[in-house]
């Protein structure tokens, strides 16, 4: 058995050992070992899911695969922490948005761009990605910040009805878009001098569809380990933001990170490889499955959870969005971008990161 198979066996069997125990530095330790081990793998089976099904399902199954495991995680830790989690969806939600569209984007555009100069890609894929991420962003988590019905900065259970049922349809729409539509707008573009690579790639043999369906069971696995062991890792991680001074909702943006490793692993070797459609496609997709999922689930799930649902983003985060939709837009709109546009964008995830240390 090879170590991408064996990894994600071990990292769930180390999850069960310690899943709801208070965890000694020794367990912290192997279980962070354990979770590296699973992104690794997770990042191997979704290359080798994208290669059997093709750009740009291999992008989607992953960025699915993540956050309909990450929505169980937030719907697990409300039922649990009552008031005290009523803003955790809306931060949740929100530091995926800046490490996607910020960390991961801004660092593939880096590394594609250090190696080819300038990077090329398809501009009206991304486009139709980030506008379709910008209107799901307004209505579920600017709204709330100005709507009068709900109490403070939430929707009233009509308007929360309306905003979940809306986001769900206009994620459909656009995976439709993306999938059978017009798929080529979110095909991978060869770069300059680049087009024998790609030649060569369309003609290579793809996995098997045993081999392909073994890897998408392990590839679930892995996730599956991913987020539970930053789960159990969590309250380790409170204790270290506290003896530093931190804020606990940096906790939630650690979290955040760990959950999208694979993710940004999988960006990161697809820009090198100057497939940079590829990790946009991650990028906003994963945005835009954690709002259009998140969400709706919430919604539903607030029939029975108690306590309140705070969605609306504060002032900083407010700012935040808006400039980051500003340069997205001005990113993608020429479908070409330099070094300057990928640094652009990673300092403003530092921004948000530093803001959430010290708002």
């Known amino acids: 058995m090879s170590w991408t198979a064996a ?75 009552g008031n005290e989690a009523a803003t955790l969806a809306r931060d949740t939600v929100f530091a995926a948005v800046m490490i996607t569209t910020n960390g991961i984007a801004g660092l593939s555009l880096l590394l594609g761009s250090r190696r080819y100069g300038v990077t090329l890609f398809n501009a009206e894929g991304s486009g139709a990605a980030l506008a379709t991420l910008t209107t799901l962003g307004t209505l579920s988590l600017v709204l709330p910040a100005f709507t009068t019905s709900g109490s403070g900065k939430e929707f009233s259970p009509g308007q929360l009805t309306f905003a979940a049922v809306a986001s769900l349809l206009l994620y459909l729409v656009f995976v439709f878009t993306q999938t059978v539509r017009h798929r080529d707008f979110f095909l991978p573009v060869a770069q300059k001098g680049q087009k024998r690579l790609f030649e060569d790639e369309s003609h290579a043999e793809p996995p098997s569809r045993s081999a392909a369906l073994g890897s998408l069971g392990l590839l679930l696995v892995a996730l599956v380990a991913v987020v539970g062991l930053a789960e159990e890792e969590s309250p380790a991680l409170e204790s270290a933001v506290t003896a530093v001074g931190f804020p606990q909702s940096f906790v939630g943006v650690v979290i955040a990170s760990l959950v999208l490793l694979p993710e940004t692993l999988s960006a990161v070797r697809a820009a090198r490889q100057g497939r940079i459609q590829t990790s946009l496609n991650l990028a906003y997709g994963s945005a835009m499955a954690s709002i259009g999922l998140t969400i709706p689930t919430i919604a539903l799930a607030s029939i029975w959870l108690k306590g309140p649902l705070v969605l609306g983003l504060g002032a900083i985060q407010l700012v935040l969005l808006a ?10 709109i020429p479908g070409r971008a330099t070094r300057l546009q990928g640094e652009v964008h990673l300092v403003l995830l530092a921004a948000y990161v530093f803001l959430s240390i010290s708002p």
Do not use: D
């Open 7 to 81: 990894v994600p066996l071990l990292a769930v069997g180390m999850l069960a050992a310690v899943w709801g125990e208070k965890l000694g530095p020794a367990l912290v330790a192997l279980a962070a070992a354990f979770l590296i081990g699973a992104v690794l793998a997770a990042v191997h089976h979704a290359e080798v899911v994208a290669a059997r099904v093709g750009e740009p399902f291999g992008s989607l199954v992953l960025a699915a695969a993540v956050t309909v495991i990450e929505v169980a995680l937030i719907v697990e830790l409300m039922a649990s922490g």
């Open 323 to 332: 400039l980051t939709v500003v340069i997205s837009m001005l990113t993608v």
